[in-house]
């Protein structure tokens, strides 16, 4: 396997490391942790303001919630998806503050104050975005379970401007898993997308 | 208006995929409803001595914990394959939450419910749990108890034709080797969820499943409930690949929690416990020999091998399907054993049988034509039987011969030396590899409902599955063409046991089957429609018969005179009719006994090897496809693209890794267990023959799973091309190179 393509997600677990390790390490207790309360305290509330396509919510959360988790379970944003919730997979890409993170991996109370943009944000009213509608177009897609993923990953790779050949995009979307197999598709929808942009300038 | 079946439509769902609208099983929200979370066993046998539950039951925002303690009883399932009549699909038998007994580690043991995720999941990890454990057998050499099925698929387990083992000795040129494949894991990207609600003794279920009428059956049986007492939808699944074919327990877990709360769950598995409690695909050990004469005639053909099972299920891997059906010879020996291990039942995955078996009858294919000095195109050429090879049976459609020919030129393969190691790109080894595929045709029962409407739109029904194959596109095609209508004009309902019965999707046999019961109630439509017009005045249809007219133009009309017609409005406004439908229930004929149907393929590998690091690169892949006509060009390349990836991950990453001490699996997730990903999959190509089986519904043939049969081989012969190294242990990986001896250099 290819090392980690997407400097994006290093660079954002390092901020997660540095700000919120204390709340992070509090929601994986796991077996191996002592079952007394943590100093904070399961489920007590804390209010987060979250700032999604464009939308505020005043929200009241539990500390230790995903941003992922907040999108599906309290904002009922279920565009995006649950795959592996380790960040492993991609489905839950989002893209905070135009940069592409996995929503799994990342506190909902972090992101206070950050614009987060989810597959519901992507088209503009009917009108899809660019490569909503290349995904279509190339098939991009077969179950369409990591597609929302796979589309806000395009959406940052593109923005990031890194990748121009066909190797460079494979590459660079390799942090998001298709187990249908629509890599080349997806390639193809982004390379065309790329392209199009690149001529319109 | 031409036909919508060949053409490369886009996907009728596709913006619902795209814009995030299409709602998957977990994406159900009910009033009330609360967060399940299972806890799973820690070893692999035994029984549970103790359940600690007090520390999670004060947790916050906990419902209840639900153990064989306080678990509703439930009765016991109905496992897949023990009935040919019911839609049975209990993937174990072992009674979870219903007695204290522990059957592999990973088993669900208890299920936690709060009101939200996180608090379930908090309290899940409070729960303790003592054992009394007892020593396993988990490992295809242990002492679990080895024999023979009596079906495998609802065929002989042993086929023997001639003498195999005589001509082995007797042969002019020969090969017989062992190869071994891994156990798999599905990985389809959504775990599996479902959201249950009981509403008095009627229970509506939201499950990701491949088969909603199993799950209700399953259902039904577990809590005693009438069939029609149980309603599950399923609309989108996020991926099957077979392991949401059965009723895994996370259906009947979420209904027992929401009976216990008295609120609906919601209960999803995590990506652990998707390993843990539903099964893959069993590993196998399987011995090829060939034997030919000099001229390349195969004299012999043997396959045998053993595969597991478990204690709580018999699932048979039938990974010799291939050898049944692919090349003449005179001599033939087919057999198969099971052992019985400790451990999740193993289940259908992509290609059951087919897959892994083709890596080693493949393999070995090309290791006989290495003996042979024979290049193995031309082998397999030369061994094309002209009927089915065990079942003497005539061949319904059989291209198999025009498929690797239409692969090797696409793929270019007449560039290719014979010598290993003889092909290089700078310091890289250069490797061509090719390898048949094979997959059966498959057909089921089925039924659909069909209605036409005065607006001159139609709506088809048929509680069938949509997991990425484009159902609902391919079968709006079909009723398109039927109905003479575009496609716009077309909807197609699936997913719901409202809909009217369909069979598991899987076997590819899904396509077929509901176009054929498609085919019928179009057919019952036209007569209902012509009841409306033939007896009246001043209709062009008046005295007609339903063979004397035909769909056309949003319409009826004479068959000799297309335009002596009427619109469904003109016939539905002068009854006072809004709509008319038919339904139909269609089963299989005895085709499939007077004929040997099959599809076939060719695979076609151009790998890059680095000779210091033993990593392998795919640079090329073509398949090339006999799989009858092709419905939608687009999503049925999709299908063979998405087939062969799946086969490139099963040749060089995948592979569950078992503790053979604890039964635990040590790579249950995405990172250590390496699928795919964008950087290991080049531009995929996939052509097909095309011809129409005269035999088929549509004469088409499913294609959801011949695309990952022979890609491992493919790959491992590419390899052996490369670097003149056999691996015949999946995965490929740069350890199993760097240490393999170079063989027979010639």
Redesign the interface.
């Known amino acids: 396997?290819?090392p980690d393509?997407d400097p994006d997600r290093r660079d954002f677990i390092q901020g997660v490391a540095a700000g919120g390790l204390g709340v992070a390490l509090l929601?994986t207790?796991?077996?191996g942790?002592a079952?007394a309360d943590p100093p904070t305290?399961?489920?007590r509330a804390i209010p987060v303001q979250l700032t999604v396509n464009g939308q505020d919510h005043a929200l009241t959360l539990?500390p230790?919630?995903s941003l992922l988790?907040a999108l599906?379970?309290v904002l009922?944003?279920?565009?995006?998806?649950?795959?592996?919730?380790?960040g492993?997979?991609g489905?839950c890409t989002v893209l905070v503050d135009g940069r592409r993170v996995n929503a799994c991996l990342t506190l909902a109370a972090s992101v206070a104050g950050s614009p987060v943009r989810?597959?519901?944000g992507?088209?503009t009213g009917d009108d899809?975005h660019p490569l909503?509608a290349a995904?279509?177009?190339h098939?991009a897609?077969?179950?369409?379970?990591?597609?929302?993923g796979q589309?806000c990953s395009a959406v940052g790779l593109l923005k990031e401007a890194h990748a121009t050949t066909?190797?460079e995009?494979?590459?660079q979307?390799?942090?998001?898993?298709?187990?249908?197999?629509?890599?080349?598709?997806?390639?193809a929808a982004v390379q065309e997308v790329r392209l199009a942009a690149r001529d319109a300038r | 208006m031409t036909p919508a079946v060949g053409k490369p439509l886009d996907r009728v769902d596709g913006r619902q995929k795209v814009t995030g609208t299409a709602r998957f099983a977990a994406e159900y929200d009910l009033p009330g409803l609360a967060h399940g979370v299972i806890v799973t066993s820690t070893v692999a046998k035994g029984r549970v001595t103790a359940f600690d539950t007090a520390a999670a039951e004060r947790a916050p925002g906990v419902l209840a914990v639900v153990t064989p303690k306080n678990a509703p009883k439930l009765r016991p399932t109905e496992p897949f394959g023990s009935s040919e009549t019911k839609p049975v699909a209990g993937t174990t038998t072992a009674p979870v939450l219903q007695s204290d007994q522990v059957f592999w580690y990973g088993q669900p043991i208890a299920v936690v419910v709060a009101g939200t995720l996180d608090q379930a999941k908090y309290a899940a990890h409070l729960v303790r749990v003592t054992y009394d454990a007892k020593p396993a057998e988990l490992t295809l050499d242990s002492k679990g108890r080895v024999f023979v099925p009596d079906k495998v698929q609802q065929e002989e387990p042993e086929i023997t034709i001639g003498d195999a083992e005589g001509a082995l000795t007797a042969a002019a040129v020969k090969m017989d080797h062992t190869y071994t494949t891994p156990q798999h894991n599905h990985n389809a990207i959504e775990p599996h969820a479902t959201v249950a609600a009981w509403d008095g003794g009627k229970l509506t279920v939201y499950d990701t499943t491949q088969f909603v009428f199993g799950v209700r059956y399953d259902l039904a049986t577990r809590f005693g409930l009438k069939l029609d007492d149980v309603r599950v939808l399923a609309p989108f699944v996020g991926g099957g690949f077979g392991g949401k074919g059965g009723a895994w327990p996370q259906a009947f877990l979420a209904a027992t929690a929401a009976k216990v709360v008295g609120r609906p769950v919601k209960l999803v598995l995590g990506r652990d416990q998707v390993y843990a409690c539903v099964g893959g695909r069993t590993p196998t050990r399987q011995r090829v020999a060939l034997g030919a004469d000099a001229g390349g005639k195969l004299t012999t053909l043997i396959h045998t091998g053993r595969t597991s099972t478990s204690t709580t299920n018999t699932f048979t891997e039938q990974f010799n399907f291939p050898a049944r059906h692919l090349y003449a010879s005179p001599n033939i020996h087919l057999a198969q054993e099971l052992i019985e291990l400790d451990v999740c039942p193993p289940t259908f995955m992509r290609g059951p049988g087919e897959c892994p078996g083709t890596f080693a009858l493949e393999s070995g294919m090309d290791e006989l034509a290495v003996a042979l000095k024979l290049d193995p195109v031309e082998l397999r050429l030369r061994n094309d039987p002209d009927k089915d090879p065990t079942r003497g049976t005539p061949f319904s459609l059989r291209k198999y011969k025009e498929a690797l020919k239409l692969g090797a030129e696409k793929f270019g393969w007449a560039r290719r030396t014979p010598e290993p190691g003889s092909m290089k790109d700078g310091r890289l080894l250069v490797g061509l590899g090719v390898a048949s595929a094979f997959y059966p045709v498959y057909r089921m029962p089925s039924s659909a409902r069909v209605e036409v409407t005065a607006a001159g739109t139609a709506l088809v029904q048929c509680g069938c599955q949509e997991m990425g194959m484009g159902t609902a596109t391919a079968q709006a095609q079909i009723a398109a063409d039927l109905l003479g209508l575009p496609v716009d004009r077309v909807k197609f309902e699936l997913g719901d046991t409202a809909l009217p019965f369909a069979m598991v999707a899987g076997g590819s046999s899904q396509t077929i089957s509901v176009a054929a019961a498609v085919t019928a109630a179009v057919a019952a439509l036209k007569t209902a429609l012509l009841a409306l017009a033939e007896k009246a005045d001043g209709s062009p249809l008046k005295g007609l018969k339903a063979a004397d007219v035909a769909f056309r133009d949003g319409g009826l009309a004479r068959a000799d005179d297309p335009k002596a017609g009427e619109s469904f409005g003109a016939i539905l406004a002068r009854a006072g009719r809004k709509a008319v439908d038919a339904k139909a229930e269609v089963k299989p004929g005895d085709e499939a006994k007077k004929l040997s149907m099959q599809s076939y393929g060719a695979q076609f590998c151009e790998v890059r090897v680095d000779p210091d690091f033993g990593t392998v690169r795919i640079k090329r892949f073509v398949g090339a496809f006999d799989v009858g006509r092709v419905i939608n060009a687009k999503t049925a390349r999709s299908q063979f693209i998405g087939g062969i990836t799946m086969g490139l991950g099963m040749a060089l990453l995948e592979e569950t890794h078992r503790d053979p001490r604890t039964g635990r699996l040590v790579n249950a997730d995405l990172a250590e267990y390496m699928v795919p990903v964008h950087a290991d999959v080049p531009a995929l190509e996939a052509y097909w023959v095309g011809d129409p089986d005269p035999h088929t519904p549509m004469g088409a043939h499913g294609i959801g799973e011949i695309g990952i049969t022979g890609v491992a081989a493919a790959v491992a012969n590419a390899v052996y091309h490369a670097t003149g190294k056999r691996i015949r242990d999946l995965p490929i990986t740069p350890e199993r190179l760097m240490s393999a001896a170079r063989e027979s250099p010639r």
């Open positions: 396997m290819p393509p929601s207790a796991g077996p942790v079952a305290g399961p489920g539990d230790r919630i988790d599906r379970e009922h944003l279920t565009g995006t998806k649950k795959g592996c919730d380790h492993q997979c489905a989810t597959v519901e992507l088209a899809l909503q995904f279509i177009k098939d897609f077969q179950c369409g379970y990591c597609t929302p589309l066909d190797d995009v494979r590459e979307m390799s942090g998001n898993l298709c187990r249908c197999g629509a890599y080349p598709n997806v390639v």
